[in-house]
Each structure stands twice: as structure tokens, then as C-alpha cells.
């Protein structure tokens, strides 16, 4: 079943086609949904090219278009592009898998696109970033209701503020408050510092005040989306497992802002040109061939 194959996307049931051009991101990923499911996938890929340009979509929802546009590139057996749609999940999740159960064909043309990005068939250990909503205990809410990505510069100037900016995908409306914890590394517990979170804004950042920054190291982060009664629904990295930012000397440090995450990698030109592909050369003598080295073994996703 495509849910299985997509979880922890959450991508729900379909949606009017009426205001197609006006739709938000969320709207756009259920309508292509509908579409795969009626085994439209060239229309889906139409819309899911909508996602990728659509005002404020975040890169979790990017992310989930890719992956649904790798499963119809596998379907209409263009490997190329369905392996380069992988490769751009790879870039904003890299310890996504698939899970047991999904078609031959899907895996093997994953499998080509974790072996030209270098990553591993099994990824190492994760952080605690998607516990269920609930705080985790299993029958206190609904699993992976929750998406949280951060993101911040990879170095800092010694004795400045660091902004981490946060992309929050609660399609469920879930979360009350964000926090913020951090120290240098090394040094005691964490601090913390509390968001105020707008739920009608998939976004907010937070900055850590110079002072937490006053000494050349490393500075540590994690950052964590609430309930209401403060329970943890979803993390971008953990107590264990922090994202670093280097504190350097030279007050130029980087402006060259990452996602820990989630690599940009191209996203849109890349989505464009992919689309573009299976569009233009529909008909034409037969689906290109699989990276050299590769077999395409095409099996209709059941």
C-alpha cells in the first residue's frame, strides 16, 4: 500500500482539483496522491513540479514530492529520473529507507541512488527526532503527526548571536511551543530557550545570545516541537546526537547557511528538468535506460 511506502510523510486523502493553480503545498501533495492512486502519473508529476514552486513550501514537504515523483518515474519505467528523484529525498533525508514490502523496482532504483550518493543500505543510529505524538508512548496520539527540520550557519563569529531558523510540518495542527537547547560543547546541561510558535506559519527561528558563544569551540543544538501539555512530538537532533556550529576567530565565520538535514541541492532547476524529461519524450521510443551497471526490473506498485 502506498501509506506503508510513505511513512512518515503523511500524506493524506485527495483533494478538489477545482483551485489546483491557488493550492497550498499540503493540498497540491494530496492531489498528487489521488492521481498516483488512479495511476495517473504523468498528472502527478505535473502537480507535484506545483509543489516544488508553490509560496512557502518547506523542505519536509519538498522531500515527500520527490519521493512521490521517484515512485511514478519507477511506474512509467524512467529509471534516470526516477533515480534522480531519489537522490533529492537522499539529499534532505539521508536516513530515509524504504521500508519492507515495497516493490522490486522502487527499491532497486533506491538502492542506485544511495550508491551514487555514498550512503549506506542501513543508516547509522538515528536521532530521537519523530517520536509519536504523545510524547511517545504508544496509543497517546498519532504516529509521525509531526515533521521538524533546523537549520543554521556551520560556523559562527567568535562572540556573536547564531539564529537557528525551524521548518515545522503539523498538518494537524499539534504543536504549541518550540524549544530551543543549547550549550557548548562539552560544557554543563543545556540551556533552553522557548519559542512562540504561529500555527498558521510552517516556520520560526530563535537565536542564541552572544554569550553562549563567547569562547572559540563548538557550539551544540537541538530543537524540539511541543504539545500542548508539553509533551515531545518531534525533534531535529537530541540531547545524544546535536547538531554542531563551529565558533571561529575570524569575525567573516559563514554565511553559508545548511540544513542539517535537509541539502537544497538544486531542488527546483532539478524538479524542472526531471519533469520535463518524462513530459516531453512521452511516446517516444521506450523509457531510458538505467545508470550504466544497473538493470531495470519495472514491476507495477501494487
Same mark, same amino acid.
Given at each position: ?14 483533494? /478538489? *482539483? ?14 498528487? =496522491? ?5 495511476? =495517473? ?17 518547506? @523542505? ?47 527499491? #532497486? ?15 547509522? &543510529? ?5 517520536? *509519536? ?6 496509543? #497517546? ?11 543554521? /550557519? ?11 531558523? +525551524?521548518? +515545522?510540518? !503539523? ?16 560544557? /554543563?546541561?543545556?540551556?533552553? +530557550? @522557548? ?20 569562547? @572559540?569551540?563548538?557550539? *551544540? ?18 540531547? !545524544? ?5 563551529? +565558533? ?33 519524450? &512521452? ?20
Amino acid at each position: 500500500m502506498i501509506r506503508a511506502f510513505l511513512a512518515g510523510f503523511v500524506l493524506a486523502l485527495a483533494f /478538489p *482539483t477545482a483551485a489546483l493553480a491557488q493550492a497550498q503545498p499540503e493540498a497540491l501533495l494530496k492531489q498528487a =496522491e489521488s492521481f498516483y492512486e488512479q495511476l =495517473e502519473y504523468t498528472k502527478a508529476l505535473r502537480v507535484l513540479i506545483k509543489v516544488q514552486q508553490a509560496k512557502g513550501v518547506t @523542505k519536509i514537504q519538498q522531500a515527500r514530492a520527490y519521493l512521490y515523483m521517484g515512485v511514478c518515474f519507477t511506474a512509467l519505467g524512467r529509471a534516470r529520473d526516477a533515480v534522480a528523484a531519489f537522490k533529492e529525498v537522499l539529499k534532505r533525508r539521508p536516513r530515509f529507507r524504504m521500508p519492507a514490502g515495497v516493490s522490486p523496482s522502487i527499491r #532497486a532504483m533506491f538502492m542506485v541512488a544511495l550508491k551514487q550518493m555514498s550512503l549506506p543500505a542501513t543508516p547509522g &543510529r538515528a536521532p530521537a527526532r519523530r517520536p *509519536t505524538a504523545g510524547g511517545g508512548s504508544k496509543g #497517546a496520539g498519532t504516529s509521525n503527526a509531526v515533521d521538524l527540520d533546523a537549520r543554521a /550557519p556551520t560556523k559562527s563569529a567568535l562572540g556573536k548571536p547564531v539564529t537557528v531558523k +525551524i521548518d +515545522i510540518d !503539523d498538518p494537524r495542527k499539534l504543536v504549541h511551543h518550540l524549544w530551543i537547547r543549547w550549550r557548548v560543547k562539552g560544557g /554543563p546541561d543545556f540551556s533552553t +530557550i @522557548k519559542l512562540k510558535y504561529d500555527k498558521a506559519t510552517p516556520k520560526a527561528e530563535g537565536t542564541i545570545p552572544a554569550l553562549e558563544t563567547g569562547k @572559540k569551540g563548538v557550539l *551544540t543544538y537541538y530543537v524540539e516541537a511541543r504539545g500542548m501539555r508539553g509533551n515531545v512530538l518531534a525533534r531535529a537532533g537530541s540531547e !545524544d546526537e546535536p547538531y554542531e556550529i563551529a +565558533i571561529v576567530t575570524d569575525k567573516g565565520g559563514s554565511s553559508n547557511v545548511g540544513w542539517w538535514l535537509l541539502g537544497i541541492g538544486g531542488g527546483l532547476a532539478v524538479a524542472g528538468g526531471i519533469v520535463a524529461a518524462i513530459l516531453l519524450t &512521452r511516446g517516444d521510443s521506450g523509457p531510458a535506460p538505467p545508470p550504466a551497471g544497473q538493470t531495470d526490473i519495472t514491476v507495477l506498485i501494487k
